[in-house]
């Protein structure tokens, strides 16, 4: 069975600082990884999608790595905006195309 | 488009009674799928289904029944509602259950069981 971890669950950083999101999964044999940002009280909107094959994807500020051999995926957010305040969760599809996620890390970017 | 929609978007109900949660899509994707988010546990899937007429059970899926009669709709019926089903649920579909597919989630229905 996929688990899939997010460290750290909570991150307070100032404006302008560069973010970095740590994803690990236990089961190397993916389909594809996907980067969600949630806002509270509302659904998950997708950020990023990196195939198994590539080994990162940008998008604006936004920089998703993934290495499959060792389980990991780090999400970047350069330069930090007051607006960039949410929850990120990484969710992994695996070779029965279900999806499993990580419970997420809760970021705040101090204006 | 409206994309994955799903009502309603709140719901209280007693202990023992039975409802169905809402969801439907207008993108023509085959690939739906149920999910339950509690607190620091992450989404869990409940049910998907990978075309009409076809479902099948997620990590979590007693408690909860689904049909697929049409591509469009995806309905999750609790039959006898327990406190351990209080959760916010979740929709998404995706065109196929595919390489390189992008699950897209509904704005979900926060569900309390007294």
């Known amino acids: 069975k996929q688990e899939v971890t997010q460290i750290p669950a909570a991150l307070s950083v100032p404006e302008g600082e560069n973010l970095v999101l740590n994803c690990s999964f236990t089961?190397?044999?993916?389909?594809?990884l996907q980067w969600f940002r949630q806002d509270p009280g509302k659904g998950l909107t997708s950020l990023l999608l990196?195939?198994?094959?590539?080994r990162e994807q940008t998008s604006g500020r936004l920089n998703a790595s993934l290495d499959k051999s060792s389980g990991r995926s780090t999400l970047y957010i350069a330069a930090s905006q007051p607006g960039d305040s949410a929850t990120y969760l990484c969710a992994v599809r695996s070779n029965d195309y279900k999806l499993s996620f990580g419970a997420g890390t809760t970021v705040t970017v101090r204006a | 488009n409206a994309g994955v929609t799903q009502t309603p978007k709140f719901q209280v109900l007693k202990t023992g009674q039975s409802m169905t949660l809402q969801c439907a899509q207008d993108m023509n994707h085959e690939y739906m799928s149920w999910y339950r988010q509690d607190p620091g546990m992450g989404l869990r899937l409940i049910h998907y289904?990978?075309?009409?007429?076809?479902?099948d059970q997620g990590e979590v899926p007693n408690g909860y029944n689904v049909s697929r009669s049409t591509t469009e709709d995806f309905p999750l019926r609790l039959l006898s509602a327990a406190p351990s089903q209080t959760s916010v649920y979740f929709c998404?579909?995706?065109?196929?259950?595919?390489?390189?597919?992008?699950?897209?989630f509904g704005p979900g229905t926060r569900l309390t069981v007294t």
């Open positions: 998404a579909s995706s065109y196929s259950g595919q390489v390189g597919d992008e699950q897209y």
């Open positions: 289904s990978v075309g009409a007429g076809i479902t």
């Open positions: 089961d190397s044999a993916i389909y594809n």
């Open positions: 990196i195939q198994s094959s590539q």
